[in-house]
């Protein structure tokens, strides 16, 4: 078979934000955009069946530079965000050198989890 006919009909990945999140409510809109971008980041490392082992290291947050998400202090305060509104849980809490984070997305504001 054809590398064409392999790949047709597949979609590009995507991360699904629904429009009720958008334009219904005022919850996405509350969030510092650290925090928004965080979430997205997250939520592009879902893949279906690893929610609670999400892993969503510092040193790819400062890569993508995004929304001035350069300081571990900046990064931490996005993730504390996140949990204290409801929208990501910590299943293992990591520390400097011995484990890492592990997130599950809540599905609080999803349809898709």
Known sequence: ?????RLKGRCEPFVRLSK???FRGPEWWTL?????????LLKAKY????NGSIRL???EIRRRAISGLRS?????SAFKELERVGW???TQHGGL???INDYRLTGKHDKLL
Not at 1 to 5: G, I
């Open 57 to 59: 290291y510092y040193s």
């Open 20 to 22: 009720e999140l958008l």
């Open 97 to 99: 050198y011995r484990h």
């Open 32 to 40: 510092r955009p650290g925090a928004r971008d965080v979430y997205l």
């Open 1 to 5: 078979m054809s590398r064409a006919k």
């Open 72 to 76: 571990d202090k900046a990064i931490s």
């Open 47 to 50: 893949n279906g069946s690893n």
């Open 88 to 90: 990501i849980e910590r």
